[in-house]
């Protein structure tokens, strides 16, 4: 399982900007997507999930209403739509996948791709 993440980059907080992540090696409509960011200095936090049919999505407070998961089943890819950035989301941004026998965003997962960084400048 591969998981590519990429879209980030420098912007001006109260902006829009979309991440990516490609996923390969995997029957990618049987897994559960996730989204986690690490702040310098702070611990890897969970930002959103979604169930593998994408009816079903999970926030973090911080940033509920902001943030939208989404995904696209057939090209094998899941996005986070970021806006009304501030800098205390400034991080690089994980995406993460579980396989799921059931619809739901997954609470652990076993498979990580490397990061793209967001920077929101003040």
């Known amino acids: 399982v591969q998981l590519q993440a990429s879209g980030g980059g420098l912007v001006q907080a109260g902006v829009s900007l979309r991440v990516s992540c490609a996923a390969s090696g995997l029957t990618f409509r049987r897994y559960g997507m996730g989204w986690f960011r690490q702040a310098p200095g702070k611990e890897r936090e969970f930002v959103a999930g979604?169930?593998?049919?994408?009816?079903?999505?999970y926030y973090v407070d911080s940033v509920k209403g902001r943030f939208t998961i989404s995904r696209d089943n057939d090209k094998n890819m899941v996005f986070l739509h970021m806006n009304s950035l501030k800098p205390e989301d400034t991080a690089v941004y994980y995406c993460?996948?579980?396989?799921?026998?059931?619809?739901?965003?997954?609470?652990?997962?076993?498979?990580w791709g490397k990061g793209t960084l967001v920077t929101v400048s003040s």
């Open positions: 979604i169930s593998w049919s994408g009816s079903v999505t």
């Open positions: 993460a996948a579980d396989l799921e026998t059931r619809d739901l965003v997954p609470r652990r997962y076993r498979y």
